[in-house]
């Protein structure tokens, strides 16, 4: 028994038809829309490739590109099918194509329900990404000398100007890594020769931070060295105190901003997705009603329209059948071509 009958007589036929032609031209634009979000995330994710430690973290964009050309070309193609689906003579091109057609939609429409699926999942990936990402960029902030690193001076104070962030975790990240360059260092200061004698690993540390840390919402000069050294500093307490400086670490606020942005594009890929899912039904109803015309010389004679030919379970037994039949039609040409060469060889 078929399912979800629906009886149509011309007039439905003609309405659907043109109902879903106008729907598919909407859906090139929502094809349009998907391609550009995907297109500007992955110039977003660009502009920080230097803080990001792989690319792991375009699959979305690069997803939502690809999915916005695809949705572009079906659609034009199903609003064409649409349109000469009210001329019997150039409906009748169609005919052999239009279950193949459908079979690639339902495909499509799986594909962007996944892809809409990955803008909500991959908060964990990126935030790896992210937080091995800065650690690097932070190693590397006082190479301006090194050729391929002096930019990242520039990168990461932008960033934490930008995103009003400061360190990988925290400000107390810049504590444990030089970020002063050698070059500005006095080797003759007994201050610097102690200071590095103190670090096993013959490193100049300070309770300090770069200027970008700085927040300039306080009313108080910024305080960026001997952070945690309370007498150098007048009526000032650094446990007690709130520090003049951006408290969140920048893998929190790039990880913020990248999840608000990519919940932003799942969610309108989601709608884009229902309404490619009822175009993608309509087309089978407009198909089906279409084929159950008895006579095509008396277009005006009423057909029965449905969505499954049967019920959901002897649906999906038939086509486990089918694959099943598949699968034993290839073992039976291979059995075959290895008969074949069998005699060759001796």
């Known amino acids: 028994m078929a399912l979800l009958k629906v009886k149509f007589d011309q007039k439905k036929r003609v309405k659907?038809?043109?109902?879903?032609?106008?729907?598919?031209?909407?859906?090139?634009?929502?094809?349009?829309?998907?391609?550009?979000?995907?297109?500007?995330?992955?110039?977003?994710?660009r502009k920080r490739s230097d803080v990001m430690n792989n690319s792991e973290s375009h699959f979305?964009?690069?997803?939502?590109?690809?999915?916005?050309?695809?949705?572009?070309?079906f659609n034009s193609l199903a609003g064409k099918i649409c349109?000469?689906?009210?001329?019997?003579?150039k409906y009748a091109r169609w005919k052999p194509w239009l279950k193949p057609y459908l079979a690639i939609c339902v495909l499509f429409n799986i594909i962007l329900f996944l892809v809409a699926l990955c803008c909500f999942l991959l908060r964990g990936s990126l935030e790896n990404t992210l937080s091995q990402g800065l650690k690097n960029g932070m190693k590397y902030y006082r190479d301006t000398d090194t050729p391929g690193r002096c930019f990242m001076k520039k990168t990461i104070d932008m960033l934490?100007?930008?995103?009003?962030?400061?360190?990988?975790?925290?400000?107390?990240?810049?504590?444990?890594?030089?970020?002063?360059?050698?070059?500005?260092l006095d080797f003759s200061s007994k201050e610097v020769k102690d200071r590095i004698k103190s670090?096993?690993?013959?490193?100049?540390?300070?309770?300090?931070?770069?200027?970008?840390?700085?927040n300039p919402s306080s009313p108080r000069p910024c305080i960026?060295?001997?952070?945690?050294?309370?007498?150098?500093?007048?009526s000032y307490d650094h446990q007690t105190e709130e520090l003049n400086l951006w408290v969140r670490g920048c893998r929190?606020?790039?990880?913020s901003y990248y999840s608000n942005l990519m919940n932003s594009m799942g969610i309108v890929t989601l709608?884009?997705?229902?309404?490619?899912v009822t175009i993608t039904i309509g087309l089978r109803y407009l198909q089906t009603s279409l084929d159950g015309v008895s006579n095509p010389e008396e277009p005006e004679s009423e057909s029965e329209g449905w969505l499954l030919e049967k019920s959901v379970p002897e649906t999906w037994k038939a086509f486990l059948e089918s694959v099943k039949k598949l699968g034993k039609g290839n073992q039976v040409e291979a059995e075959g071509a290895d008969a074949g060469q069998a005699p060759e060889a001796s």
């Open 160 to 184: 934490q100007i930008e995103f009003k962030c400061c360190g990988n975790n925290g400000f107390r990240d810049w504590f444990e890594i030089q970020w002063i360059s050698n070059r500005y």
């Open 16 to 45: 659907l038809a043109q109902g879903l032609w106008l729907m598919n031209w909407f859906s090139v634009l929502a094809g349009i829309i998907i391609f550009s979000l995907g297109l500007f995330l992955k110039i977003e994710l």
């Open 271 to 276: 709608l884009i997705w229902l309404f490619e």
């Open 60 to 73: 979305v964009p690069n997803s939502l590109i690809g999915m916005g050309v695809l949705s572009c070309v």
């Open 199 to 214: 670090n096993v690993d013959g490193r100049y540390l300070v309770d300090g931070v770069p200027f970008s840390c700085c």
């Open 83 to 89: 349109y000469d689906a009210l001329d019997p003579a």
């Open 224 to 234: 960026q060295y001997q952070i945690t050294n309370n007498s150098a500093h007048y």
């Open 252 to 255: 929190a606020a790039l990880l």
